[in-house]
């Protein structure tokens, strides 16, 4: 699992930018054969909406540019995926990563465990995919901070790659 943040105080493109350049990265040095994201809906607060709509686009595009599938699937198929509930927690979404994985410890942050809960919500919607020998990476904005883009990308990692 790895994090991707960009500067919060620099402007939008600029961001986007560094995004790019970061994804373009990984798609270069993971052989990623699927791309899992969440599906963008309205939520309350519009500007978080946007700034996930905008991160979202930078990566499915990188994907499309590479001939690399994209899958969006809701927060509610994430939740009923990963939790058994549609309705669970950033919490229990925390706790079941945190178990089915058999980690030590649920990933920090919270929107890290969501990514990896999109990469199992994908392996769980199309299980003749190894999970073990895919990677896929996901993207989410920390609802802390509605510029703050956050990728998490799972999978096997190169030696010493951190």
Known sequence: MGLIRTDKD??????????????AGIFEEYPIGALAIERVLFQTN??????????????????????????????????DAVAGDGAADK?????????LLGLKEAPK?????DAVAIALTHAAYNPVVD?????RIQISVDSQDSANMVLAASGTEPEGHR
């Open 10 to 23: 620099n402007p939008v493109a600029h961001r986007l930018t560094e995004l790019w350049t970061d994804i």
């Open 46 to 79: 519009v500007r978080t909406a946007i700034g996930v709509a905008q991160a979202s686009g930078v990566v499915m595009t990188q994907a499309a540019l590479r001939g690399i599938p994209v899958t969006e699937y809701s927060p509610n198929q994430i939740k």
């Open 91 to 99: 919490q229990q979404i925390q706790e079941m990563v945190q178990i």
């Open 109 to 113: 942050p919270a929107d890290v465990a």
């Open 131 to 135: 999970a073990r020998r895919t990677n």
